[in-house]
Antibody
Framework: EVLLVETGGGLIQPGGSLRLSCAASGFSVSNYYMSWVRQGPGKGLEWVSVSYSADITSNADSVKGRFSISRDNSKNTVFLQMNSLRADDTAVYYC?????????????WGQGTMVTVSS | DIQMTQSPSSLSASVGDRVTIICRTSQTINNYLNWYQQKPGKAPKLLIYAASSLQSGVPSRFSGSGSGTDFTLTINSLQPEDFATFYCQQTYSTPWTFGQGTRVDIK
């Protein structure tokens, strides 16, 4: 079964750091683009970051310079390092796989992990 | 950045109705347009990719069409399990952007 499981969310103070993990099973992350998408309380979806490969990544302007995506192919896991967290980073964070065929759509999603930034 | 305008933002419909949701992009995106369904408390689910291709396992009552900057998601004969929020997304260029969502609820 193809599965993504996110961990690492929690309550963090403004200015703090958190590292999210996304463990994949049923496929190898080395063969896919992997992204993080977030959804603030009662809000829509916002793409955050993509790892095309171990060396090639891209981030949304809202997190540029603060968030960093990485992957460990040997552990079949993708990470999101979040620094200088702000209240508006509060959201459910989803890990998603980019489909090989078609338009790079996100064909597999994790269940999400909640990040709350508050003092 | 490519702006996404999705309409309507919400609609009420009955079981058996045909529902149409529109997504317009601020520039042409060569059919790099995807549609997702999200139910409360759950992760989004891919319905349509590349504007009109049905994702494996998705019922055939869902269909997508359009090109350039104007795209449509159609649900034929709405079923009780279809009540949810629907999002369009462009993956033509980063930052990949989503529409603001269309909530479909029961009339």
């Amino acid at each position: 079964e193809v599965l993504l499981v996110e961990t690492g969310g929690g309550l963090i103070q403004p200015g703090g750091s958190l590292r999210l993990s996304c463990a994949a099973s049923g496929f190898s992350v080395s063969n896919y683009y992997m992204s993080w998408v977030r959804q603030g309380p009662g809000k829509g979806l916002e793409w955050v970051s993509v790892s095309y490969s171990a060396d090639i990544t891209s981030n949304a302007d809202s997190v540029k310079g603060r968030f960093s995506i990485s992957r460990d192919n040997s552990k079949n896991t993708v990470f999101l390092q979040m620094n200088s967290l702000r209240a508006d980073d509060t959201a459910v964070y989803y890990c998603a796989r980019g489909a090989i065929t078609g338009s790079d759509a996100f064909d597999v999603w994790g269940q999400g992990t909640m990040v709350t930034v508050s003092s | 950045d490519i702006q996404m305008t999705q309409s309507p933002s919400s609609l009420s419909a009955s079981v058996g109705d045909r529902v149409t949701i529109i997504c317009r992009t601020s520039q042409t995106i060569n059919n790099y347009l995807n549609w997702y369904q999200q139910k409360p408390g759950k992760a989004p689910k891919l319905l349509i990719y590349a504007a009109s291709s049905l994702q494996s396992g998705v019922p055939s009552r869902f269909s997508g069409s359009g090109s350039g900057t104007d795209f449509t998601l159609t649900i034929n004969s709405l079923q009780p399990e279809d009540f949810a929020t629907f999002y369009c997304q462009q993956t033509y260029s980063t930052p990949w952007t989503f529409g603001q969502g269309t909530r479909v609820d029961i009339k």
